[in-house]
């Protein structure tokens, strides 16, 4: 089965740090882009990175620039999503999904990240 | 960073046609095109389109999709009560080396 599943979210304070993960089966991992979104709570879908296959382009919105690094081992179908110096309004869901501009066709069931003092 | 323009709102009856449009501009939509996505309330979204306007496997012949200028159209025929919900659209822009999302349509099939 085609899947991917993300980990990693919990509540943590401003200023803090978190790491999500997502892990891929059932298709070629190395093949693909892969793609963070996020939804804050009630709000439409924010696109956040991607990432192509190897590794080696990588792009982000401007507001988490400087802040958020996404990476991926393709050894472990994983990719990754490192978040420093969270703000409040980081609080969102954070979704992984499989491709980038061209059409993200697979996505996991969210991870929830809360940034509260 | 600017995003994609998409009515907030629309209502159609019971199998009948919804036309949703997203707008954006040469750098995007009229450039590269648009990918659709579906959302129902609690659940992740659902590629429906990719930006070539092809389906992915499963998605039912009542979607199409189609692109004039920078304006995306999405279409549902003989409109079913689930496919009351949130519809976005998604597009490159080469300008930014961003993907940009629209604000998102609420479907409501009455």
């Known amino acids: 089965e085609v899947q991917v599943v993300e980990s990693g979210g919990g509540l943590v304070q401003p200023g803090g740090s978190l790491r999500l993960s997502c892990a891929a089966s059932g298709f070629p991992f190395s093949s693909y882009y892969m793609t963070w979104v996020r939804q804050a709570p009630g709000r439409g879908l924010e696109w956040v990175a991607y990432?192509?296959?190897?590794?080696?382009?990588?792009y982000y919105v401007d507001s988490v620039k400087g802040r958020f690094t996404i990476s991926r081992d393709n050894t472990k179908n994983s990719v990754y999503l490192q978040m420093n110096s969270l703000r409040v309004e980081d609080t969102a869901v954070y979704y992984c999904?499989?491709?980038?501009?061209?059409?993200?066709?697979?996505w996991g069931q969210g991870t929830t990240v809360t940034v509260s003092s | 960073q600017a995003g994609l323009t998409q009515p907030p709102s629309v209502s159609k009856g019971l199998r009948q046609t919804a036309t949703l449009t997203c707008t954006g501009n040469?750098?995007?939509?009229?450039?590269?095109?648009a990918t659709w996505l579906q959302q129902h309330q609690g659940h992740p979204p659902k590629l429906l389109s990719y930006?070539?306007?092809s389906r992915p496997s499963g998605i039912s012949e009542r979607i199409s999709t189609s692109r004039s200028g920078n304006t995306a159209s999405l279409t549902i025929t003989g409109l079913q009560p689930e496919d009351e919900a949130d519809y976005y659209c998604?597009?490159?822009?080469?300008?930014?080396?961003?993907?940009?999302f629209g604000g998102g349509t609420k479907l409501t099939v009455l």
């Open positions: 999904a499989r491709g980038g501009a061209q059409g993200m066709d697979v």
């Open positions: 040469s750098n995007n939509v009229g450039n590269q095109g």
């Open positions: 990432i192509n296959g190897d590794g080696s382009e990588k």
């Open positions: 930006r070539d306007n």
């Open positions: 998604s597009a490159w822009d080469s300008s930014l080396s961003a993907v940009v």
